[in-house]
């Protein structure tokens, strides 16, 4: 907060198609989608449309108790959308909470299935991010943002990331991989019957700085659950709609999930919204007459908010009108050509990309890939170069993190990389 307050930083005050505008009218272009969730831009005039029609219908009315139409055609649409299975929708509010609707789903799913069980073991990931409030802090692997709340957080099963920059010195990245995938396997079944659910991002650990995992561990991972009948959740927050190139990151290995938490994309930007889907399998340990108390204890003032879904509603029809998806493969290319030329900057250590999201992890040395000491905020330094030639861009540590909005044109995200090239040269100098 203290630099924060003494950087100055930019306040918004309108926007238009990908850029944003301050109140000194200064225009910045939207590189990080508003904290990844921007999909179509801004004033987006179908998306406006849709919300004010739904305002002179209701703007909100609580879902306990009640429905409204919109949350229910919003329902529908995900289901026909998601992999095979996910037949039964949650709402809640944001990412976090619809990852704390998921595990708690999966918790009280054993304790009421046919044969009850009292499985009582999360496993998630080294590096793992998955929201902020306790239970997502809890499956959490960043040190920076969660090792404060150790003493209110619940014991995980933590396997390793499965990235090759993250090996242990003196192994090659095969050596290391092939380590994370016996190790996944190893822990799932030494712990099988405990193991209430395991949790992942699917292909990309975003908030990791974009830790992009090796083509067939997720398929791997549903196979191994799959085996044991442990449900896997996976957590597109930050990957889901389209940033991968899919709608959603588990379709690009075949995976169908047990439970899927969504939020982010959702409302193409907008509003506030998340949905947790689950399987018939899993919804139906919570049916029954109220006097068994089988009901799921867990709700939120505005889940399933009739403007919220109808700004989802007229985002996933963009999807379909404007071939979105089509789009995300032209942009996925457009910045694996542009950011060729960085790759052999001395400090540059990895590009890593995954269709849309890049991150760009900067080093002091690159052939110890020893880091820059943290009091020189070198990745924040570079966002402060890009911002002065109009580009709002996030860095995590030393990582700088390119997220441009699946509907961006292309000319944009040309600009986006030519601004982050002369932002890198400023910086650190040109590559020798």
């Known amino acids: 907060m203290q630099a924060w307050r003494e950087e100055n930083a930019p306040v918004i005050v309108a926007a238009e198609g990908f850029h944003l505008i301050d109140e000194e009218g200064r225009r910045y272009l939207d590189g990080h989608s508003s904290l990844w969730c921007n999909v179509h831009g801004h004033r987006v005039p179908a998306i ?100 404060i709340y150790g003493g209110m957080t619940f014991s995980t099963l933590r396997l390793p990331s499965p990235t090759a920059l993250r090996r242990p010195p003196g192994t090659t990245a095969d050596e290391y991989l092939a380590h994370c995938g016996e190790m996944m396997e190893r822990t799932i079944e030494e712990h099988a019957q405990r193991i209430a659910a395991v949790i992942v991002e699917p292909l990309v650990q975003a908030a990791a700085g974009v830790l ?55 409302t193409g930007g907008y509003l506030p919204l998340a949905a947790t889907l689950c399987t018939d399998k899993i919804e139906s340990a919570f049916l029954g007459h109220p006097s068994e108390g089988r009901t799921f204890y867990h709700g939120h003032t505005y889940t399933g908010n009739p403007l919220a879904c109808a700004a989802s509603l007229a985002s996933l029809r963009l999807f379909d009108e404007n071939r979105v998806l089509e789009n995300v493969a032209v942009l996925a290319d457009e910045l694996r050509q542009q950011l060729a030329p960085l790759v052999a900057h001395r400090h540059v250590g990895e590009i890593r990309q995954c269709g849309i999201m890049v991150g760009i992890e900067f080093v002091a040395d690159r052939e110890k890939l020893e880091p820059f000491s943290a009091t020189r905020r070198l990745g924040h330094q570079l966002t402060l170069a890009c911002r002065r030639r109009g580009v709002i861009l996030r860095n995590i540590g030393d990582v700088l993190v390119l997220w441009p909005a699946p509907a961006m044109p292309r000319e944009l995200v040309r600009q986006l990389v030519d601004v982050v090239r002369a932002s890198v040269e400023e910086v650190l100098g040109k590559s020798e």
């Open 212 to 266: 992009v995992h090796p083509r067939g561990y997720l398929a791997r991972l549903r196979a191994v659950t799959a085996r044991h009948g442990i449900p896997l959740i996976a957590d597109e927050v930050a990957v889901g709609f389209g940033r991968t190139g899919a709608l959603f990151a588990c379709e690009q290995e075949d995976v169908a999930p047990d439970l899927l938490c969504l939020s982010k994309g959702i």
């Open 48 to 147: 406006d449309e849709a919300i004010r029609q739904q305002i002179d219908r209701v703007s909100h009315t609580t879902l306990l108790g009640l429905a409204n139409d919109r949350a229910a055609e919003l329902a529908a649409e995900l289901v026909r959308r998601a992999p095979s299975g996910l037949n039964k929708v949650f709402y809640s509010d944001d990412g976090s909470t619809a990852v704390e609707a998921a595990m708690k789903v999966a918790w009280q799913y054993h304790r009421q299935k046919p044969r009850p069980e009292p499985r009582d073991l999360f496993v998630g990931l080294g590096s793992a991010y998955h929201g902020d409030t306790i239970g997502a802090v809890s499956v959490g692997g960043i040190d920076t943002f969660h090792a």
